[in-house]
C-alpha cells in the first residue's frame, strides 16, 4: 500500500463509484437542491405534530438576532411565567430586560478575570495559555449560574426601561472591544504583579480599569438605571404603578421562584465524566467566586424525568443544547431520523459519547423546554422547546424536539433540586471534580 493517494487509485474509486446508478441521481440531486432538500424524510416531519398534553401557556418571544445570549434568554423566559403571574399581567404583553443582565455579565466578568489574574500563584505566559484564563474571559456567552448570580447582584429589570439598543443586538463590535481592553488590563496588572504581590495595591489598579469599564458599557449599551416607575394594565384592564421601584425590589417583590434551589443536571458520558459525579469548570465566571459553572452527572433517562416532574408543576426547564444537526427550520423538527445520511451516503454517525470525545458536539445554544407530549405509559414521546429568535421560523419560534433528539443532542438541563430523589440529592454532597475550560461542556 502506497502512504499517498495516487492517479491509480482515483481512478478506481471512480470506477467504483460509476458502479452504481443511483450514486448520479444522488448527486444530480445534492448538487442541485442541497443536502438537507436531497436527504430529508417527510414522514418523520409529520410524525412530530405540534400538539402536547402537558403544555404552559405561550409568552411574547424573544429575538436576540445576533448576539450570543440564548443563555439570557432562556433564563428570562423561565422567570417571566412567574412573574407574569405575580403581577396578574398577560404573560404576551412581559419581557424582561436581557441588556440589563448583559450590561452587569461583562463587567463582573472582566472583575473575574482581573481577580483571577490577581490571586494566581504563577504569571508565566505558557501557565496562564495552557489554562485558558485569558481566552475566553469575556465573550458574550453564560451559563445558567451566571444568570442567576447577576440576578442575586443586581435584580430584574422590565424590558421597556432598559430596551435592546443598536450594539445590543450584535457580538462582533463590543465583544471584541471590551476583551482588548479587559485582556490589555490583564498585561498590565500581570506587570505590576510580578513587581509586587501586594493586594491592596493591585485591588487600587483594578478598582481604576472598573471604572473604566463601567463608562465603556455605559457609552455602548446605555447606563443601568437605579430607580424606575413601572407602569402596566393588568388582564382586567386595571392600571397600575410602583413610583421609585428599584431592579432589586421588583426582583424580591415579584419573583417567587428561588433561584437558588435550581441546580445544573448534565449528561455528559465522554472519557473524562463519570455518572453519578459532580464537576466544577476551572476560572469562568462573572460575579467573582459565587459563578462556578457546576453540574452532576446523570444518565438522559434521569434528566428526562426530572424534567417531566418539573413541568407537571408549571414550571419551564432551561436547557443546553447542541442544535446544529438534524434540525428543520421551517418545520421546527428536531429528529435524529429527519435526514437520511445513513442510506444516502453509506456512513455511521458519532454516538454521544463519540461526539463529545472527539469534540463533534458542546452545548453551544441554551432554549427552554415549556412542553411535552407523553404516551399512555407516561414515555415522552415529543418536547415544546421555546427559542429566542423570532416567531419567522419553527412554529410561532418553538421546535417540536422528538424524544430521540433529546438522548443525543441535550446535554443539560436546570432542575429545582426538590425533584431530585433522595439518592440524587445526596451525591450533591460530594466533592467537585475540576475540569479545563477547553471539554466541550
Same mark, same amino acid.
Given at each position: 500500500m502506497n502512504?499517498q493517494?495516487?492517479t491509480e487509485?482515483?481512478?478506481r ?5 460509476n458502479k452504481?446508478?443511483?450514486?448520479k441521481?444522488?448527486e444530480n440531486?445534492?448538487t ?6 436531497s436527504?430529508?424524510d417527510r414522514?418523520?416531519i409529520?410524525?412530530n ?7 404552559l401557556?405561550?409568552?411574547?418571544? $424573544?429575538d436576540?438576532k ?7 434568554y432562556?433564563?428570562l423566559?423561565?422567570?417571566? $411565567?412567574d412573574?407574569a ?6 404573560? +404576551?404583553?412581559?419581557? /424582561?430586560?436581557n441588556?440589563y443582565?448583559?450590561?452587569f455579565?461583562? /463587567? ?9 489574574i490577581i490571586?494566581?500563584?504563577?504569571t508565566?505566559?505558557e501557565y ?8 475566553y474571559c469575556v ?6 449560574q451566571?444568570?442567576?448570580s447577576?440576578?442575586?447582584k ?5 424590558y421597556?426601561?432598559?430596551?435592546d439598543v443598536?450594539?445590543s ?7 471584541? /472591544?471590551?476583551?482588548?481592553k ?5 498585561i498590565?496588572l500581570l506587570e505590576a504583579?510580578?513587581k509586587s504581590?501586594n493586594i ?10 472598573l471604572?473604566?469599564n463601567?463608562?465603556f458599557?455605559s457609552k455602548?449599551l446605555g447606563?443601568?438605571k437605579?430607580k424606575?416607575?413601572?407602569?402596566y394594565?393588568d ?8 413610583i ?5 425590589e421588583? +426582583?424580591?417583590?415579584f419573583?417567587t ?5 435550581f441546580i445544573?443536571?448534565?449528561?455528559i458520558p ?5 455518572y453519578?459525579?459532580l464537576y466544577?469548570?476551572k476560572y469562568l465566571?462573572?460575579?467573582?467566586k459565587n459563578? $462556578?459553572?457546576e ?9 428526562k424525568n ?11 426547564? $432551561?436547557i443546553?443544547?447542541?442544535?446544529r444537526?438534524f434540525?428543520?427550520c +421551517?418545520?421546527?423538527v /428536531?429528529?435524529t431520523?429527519?435526514?437520511?445520511? %445513513?442510506?444516502s ?5 458519532l454516538?454521544?459519547?463519540e461526539?463529545?470525545n472527539t ?5 453551544h445554544h441554551c ?11 407516561g414515555?415522552?414521546q415529543?418536547?415544546?422547546?421555546e427559542d429566542?429568535?423570532g ?5 410561532d419560534g418553538y421546535?417540536?424536539m422528538?424524544d430521540n ?7 443539560q438541563s436546570i432542575?429545582?433540586k %426538590?425533584?431530585l430523589?433522595e439518592?440524587?440529592?445526596?451525591m450533591?454532597?460530594?466533592?467537585f ?6 471539554d466541550p461542556?
Amino acid at each position: 500500500m502506497n502512504d499517498q493517494i495516487t492517479t491509480e487509485l482515483i481512478k478506481r474509486f471512480s470506477e467504483e463509484y460509476n458502479k452504481d446508478y443511483i450514486n448520479k441521481i444522488m448527486e444530480n440531486s445534492i448538487t442541485e437542491n442541497g443536502i438537507e432538500n436531497s436527504c430529508i424524510d417527510r414522514k418523520i416531519i409529520e410524525e412530530n405534530q405540534p400538539i402536547f398534553n402537558i403544555e404552559l401557556p405561550d409568552s411574547k418571544r $424573544y429575538d436576540q438576532k445576533d448576539n450570543f445570549r440564548c443563555w439570557i434568554y432562556s433564563g428570562l423566559n423561565f422567570i417571566q $411565567y412567574d412573574m407574569a403571574k405575580n403581577l396578574n399581567i398577560d404573560l +404576551k404583553k412581559f419581557s /424582561l430586560s436581557n441588556n440589563y443582565i448583559a450590561f452587569f455579565d461583562k /463587567l463582573e466578568k472582566s472583575n473575574n478575570t482581573y481577580e483571577n489574574i490577581i490571586n494566581i500563584e504563577n504569571t508565566d505566559w505558557e501557565y496562564i495559555n495552557k489554562n485558558n484564563i485569558l481566552e475566553y474571559c469575556v465573550a458574550e456567552g453564560g451559563h445558567w449560574q451566571w444568570f442567576v448570580s447577576i440576578v442575586n447582584k443586581y435584580g430584574i429589570m422590565p424590558y421597556e426601561y432598559m430596551p435592546d439598543v443598536y450594539e445590543s443586538l450584535q457580538v462582533q463590535n463590543i465583544t471584541n /472591544l471590551f476583551s482588548d481592553k479587559v485582556k490589555k488590563d490583564c498585561i498590565k496588572l500581570l506587570e505590576a504583579k510580578r513587581k509586587s504581590d501586594n493586594i491592596i495595591e493591585l485591588r487600587k489598579i483594578k478598582e481604576i480599569f472598573l471604572q473604566e469599564n463601567y463608562s465603556f458599557l455605559s457609552k455602548i449599551l446605555g447606563e443601568p438605571k437605579t430607580k424606575f416607575n413601572y407602569e402596566y394594565k393588568d388582564k382586567d384592564s386595571k392600571y397600575i404603578k410602583y413610583i421609585d421601584m428599584s431592579p432589586m425590589e421588583f +426582583k424580591n417583590r415579584f419573583l417567587t421562584i428561588n433561584l437558588n434551589n435550581f441546580i445544573s443536571i448534565a449528561d455528559i458520558p465522554m472519557y473524562n465524566k463519570k455518572y453519578y459525579k459532580l464537576y466544577r469548570e476551572k476560572y469562568l465566571g462573572n460575579v467573582y467566586k459565587n459563578s $462556578y459553572v457546576e453540574f452532576l452527572n446523570l444518565p438522559i433517562s434521569d434528566i428526562k424525568n426530572l424534567a417531566i416532574k418539573q413541568l407537571k408543576d408549571n414550571l419551564p426547564v $432551561y436547557i443546553r443544547i447542541n442544535l446544529r444537526k438534524f434540525r428543520d427550520c +421551517k418545520s421546527g423538527v /428536531l429528529d435524529t431520523r429527519l435526514y437520511n445520511y %445513513k442510506k444516502s451516503f453509506d456512513i455511521d454517525l458519532l454516538t454521544k459519547e463519540e461526539a463529545l470525545n472527539t469534540h463533534d458536539i458542546y452545548p453551544h445554544h441554551c432554549m427552554t423546554i415549556c412542553g411535552v407530549n407523553l404516551l399512555e405509559d407516561g414515555t415522552p414521546q415529543r418536547w415544546k422547546i421555546e427559542d429566542s429568535y423570532g416567531t419567522n421560523e419553527k412554529i410561532d419560534g418553538y421546535y417540536v424536539m422528538n424524544d430521540n433528539y433529546f438522548d443525543e443532542f441535550v446535554l443539560q438541563s436546570i432542575i429545582d433540586k %426538590k425533584y431530585l430523589s433522595e439518592e440524587q440529592q445526596k451525591m450533591l454532597n460530594q466533592n467537585f471534580i475540576e475540569f479545563e475550560i477547553k471539554d466541550p461542556f
